[in-house]
């Protein structure tokens, strides 16, 4: 649950000094509450209120660090089950497998498919995360080798291998790059432990279907001073997936209405456990998303795949993107006048809105397409182009003050908009009320370049 | 095998064994225990040391399952009845599996349409070609070739920009499908707020005792003469809003004003498309599905997804080599899209294509299972046996 900003006014000095560059206490407070600002702004709290604070600002999930510097990604963080109560923090991590048993000129290609694999959807490219190593050899030696040339990788890693003598071979090669640790069972647990606490590393517990195990390991590894833990609870990718959900579901609930300290970790997932049972590349592909989809859905903050093609990695990019959006602040660009190509007093003049996916659907429609055009964006605090029509953001009136306001009378001569086909039944109003004629163009941007090009044909 | 390769076969995949039942010939043993069996016995010995010990430092903790309860419920809609099969939705008592299965899977419903429809994906076109221009043709495969629970038939010939067709041209339509399959349907309209409510009135008609989906009550139309069409002819209604809780609590009550109960209402709180918005449905359908388990009656209703939008984001149906065939990405779409709404509790599904279908239905059985009483797969050797 989130910490209100009432509880943690009560904790700070209220002499609204604006040290901490906000207008107040309760300004403060209040950005504290929404994780917008950091605790140590504030300069003049004493000792006691700054660990109550810090305890009492502790997410429910706790966040986590695999890697350094530029080679890490962040995990974990949550506050709440239902991303509408508040936001999904720090997006799922992907990570996709590669194994010791392969040559070191296929190893070395596929960590560079990883590396480089990658989707651009509204403005933000999207990637994958880190790289686990599997001790698939079951040899320490490999494992060892493998180990050495990941430690070039631009990605963090996870080391896989239950056996404590490789995942020690490989952390004296690779544990200064604090790796996730994959996996601490009942079996080895005592060695993992003792290595994860040596090289500093966070440390997955694997116990599959068996909480209660999970639970005891869990706190024995805390107990031995083990703070950063990852939960893996066993992915069943057939039927068992009914209760692979049960797991993630029982655990994240424990870990934010409980406060249970047993669970309150990150939870890893392994779609990649798909390819056990299925040969067949392209149904492989789009089983292994599913389990990945249903797994993201429930809580995984980590995601183990196997599957490279971009087409499976796509739809599980994209489904990441829109869980982990704010439901709180509009995916919007800034409204006004955007120039493509190159201009001139003759140039076509185009109109959309500023929800994000809908500015760079066009622009990215315009750019592929070569098109030199300036594009007016209306700002409909964020709404699609018909939503905002049916929102009554688009209409006449805020079309022309967009026409006047942006300048673009003095730079073209033409005074004719063209606007999407959506916005089609708008057309009269924005006439009679800018003056400008207007042109409907298609429905889908995708048409919109070609679309310039038989303009200028006919012209 | 012999017993000796087969008991190496088996501690190839194996972290530990149980050393008590172990039990060989003497002569056998003698004879075979290579040194190497000896040290893989060796080992199995010690982990088992090891796991014994640490269970004696560890004090094993009892895991508790954090089930909560729930003041309201989730009304159960039945669908089919007459020369119908039964299908039964809805019904839950709590929110997840663990607290209490679900009394009903999810239902899958194909789409169908009443006119060939050119502007379907070619993914789809390619199943269902030959039997387009047969409305009835077309539900018979769905049912037969792809094991549909339900046919959704779209009337989207009736619009006025479409082919105008009456409703009494509509209501043949449906008298065709109804002859053909002998399962539930849904009935949708074109999405004309004049024409919707008289031909759902017509189509209603002729499904008579059929206990069907009209698709759907807005109010953007005469939601009225829907929800009568449903009293006098014995069907459900589709309760439509868009992306709006008080929207669709709104509507809910002026449809049960007009005589209808929670039984005979399923909740279309909208479906927007995997990276088109998914993120408000998921919003939106998980503040119904918790309003109604605290007790809001007015959302206690189960809900439905026209998850076929999904073929209308580009990344389903546009041609780009970068992002590898559209055949898989359609399917992809869809199936996330759904499969996304399901688990923050859709009970319905409005499909079209076979795999999507197939892999949305495999998941929502397990809905209705105890936790831990399925079998499962040993994946404790996942990090070796993984190709
Ligand atoms: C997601 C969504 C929402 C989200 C908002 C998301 C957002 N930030 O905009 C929420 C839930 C908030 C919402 C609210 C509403 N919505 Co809404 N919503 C949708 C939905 C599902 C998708 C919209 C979308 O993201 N489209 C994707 C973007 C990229 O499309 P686009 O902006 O149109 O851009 C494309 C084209 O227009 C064109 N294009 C764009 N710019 C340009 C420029 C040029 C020059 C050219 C040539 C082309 C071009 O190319 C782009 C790429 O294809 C649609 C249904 C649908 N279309 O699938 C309904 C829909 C738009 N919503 C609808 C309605 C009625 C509403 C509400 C009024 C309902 C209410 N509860 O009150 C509110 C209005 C809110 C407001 N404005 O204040 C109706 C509109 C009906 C109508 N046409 O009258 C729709 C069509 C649903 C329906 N079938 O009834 N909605
Ligand atoms: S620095 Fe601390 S004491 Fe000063 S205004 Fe900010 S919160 Fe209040």
Redesign the pocket.
Known sequence: MQVTAMEIYRLLPKTNCEKCGEASCMAFATKLSDKEIDLEMCTDLEPKEMQELADLLAPAVREITIGTGNKSVVIGGDEVLYRYELTYYNPTALIIDVSDTMEEAELKERINTIENAEFERIGEMLTLDAIALRNASGDVQKFKEASLILKEASLPLVLCTMDPAAMKAAVEVVGDQRPLLYAANEVNMEEMVDLALEYDCPLTIFSPNDLGTMKTLSRTAQNKGLKDLVLDPGTYVADGIGDSLDNFIMIRRLAVEERDPDFRFPILGMPALTWLYEEDEVQGGIREATIAATLMNNFADILIIHGTNIWELIPVLTLRQSLYTDPRK??AVDGGLYELGDLDEDSPV????N?A??YY??EGDLKSGNANCYLLVLD??????????????LNGESVTDLIKESGIEDKVKTRTL??????APMSGEIEDESGWEVMV????????AD?LIDLKDNS | MDKMSQLLKLLEKTDYIEINNFRMDFDELELQLAPAMQRVIKQAVQQQTAVKKVQEQMEALEFIPPVQEYPGEVAEVQLGAGTRKKVLMGGQKTLYRFEEPQPNPPVVTFDVFDIPMPGLPRPIREHFLEVMDHPGDWAKKAVKEFGANMVTIHLIGTGPKVQDKTPREAAQDIEEVLQAVDVPLVIGASGDPQKDPIVLEAAAAAAEGERCLLASANLDLDYKRVAKAAVDYNHAVLSW????VN?QKTLNKYLMKEGLTPNDIVMDP?T??LG??IE?SVDVITRTRLSALKGDTDLQMPMSSGTT?AW?S?EAWMKKEEWGPTNYRGPIWEIFTGLTLMLCGVDIFMMLHPLSVQLLSEIGSTFTKNYLTTDVPDISGWITELE
């Open positions: 509009p995916q185009l109109m959309t809105t929800f996916l809908t659907t066009v409909t605090v964020g709404r699609a182009v018909d939503v905002s029509l049916a929102g009554g953001q063209i606007i999407p086909g959506l916005a163009g298609p429905r889908d941007s995708s048409a919109v679309f | 809003a868009i992306t709006d929207m909208t927007c498309a088109y918005g408000f939008n209308g580009r």
